[in-house]
């Protein structure tokens, strides 16, 4: 399975951005598809999930302003990015695994996935 972004960039706050993950490699009929994020010294958080029948969940930060999708057809998964914050600034990765996205009674966490891109930076200013 192979995983690359792209679309990551600076912007200044209030801006948008959009994501995309192209993936490679597999065809799961049941998997999840995520953006997670991370800030130098900080952990590698969730940032929002997609199943493969559509469900999203967000994390509390980005809801609202965040959303991500999917196009089966191109076999890519976006993040769209609007009304950015400096706090958002991150390098985001996406990441795919045969799991439900719901783990546990909450999101599913960085260690439940095992294919991953190798991050894209985005930096709000």
């Known amino acids: 399975v192979q995983l690359v972004e792209s679309g990551g960039g600076s912007v200044q706050a209030g801006g948008s951005l959009k994501l995309s993950c192209v993936r490679s490699?597999?065809?799961?009929?049941?998997?999840?598809m995520a953006w997670f994020r991370q800030a130098p010294g900080k952990e590698r958080e969730e940032v929002a999930l997609l199943d493969s029948d559509g469900l999203t969940t967000y994390t509390d930060s980005v809801k609202g302003r965040f959303t991500i999708s999917h196009d089966k057809s191109k076999n890519t998964a976006y993040l769209q990015m609007d009304s950015l914050k400096p706090e958002d600034s991150a390098m985001y990765y996406c990441a795919a695994e045969e799991i439900p996205c719901m783990v546990g009674g909450g999101m599913a966490k960085k260690d439940d996935f095992g294919f991953w891109g190798q991050g894209t930076q985005v930096t709000v200013s």
């Open positions: 490699g597999y065809t799961y009929a049941d998997y999840c």
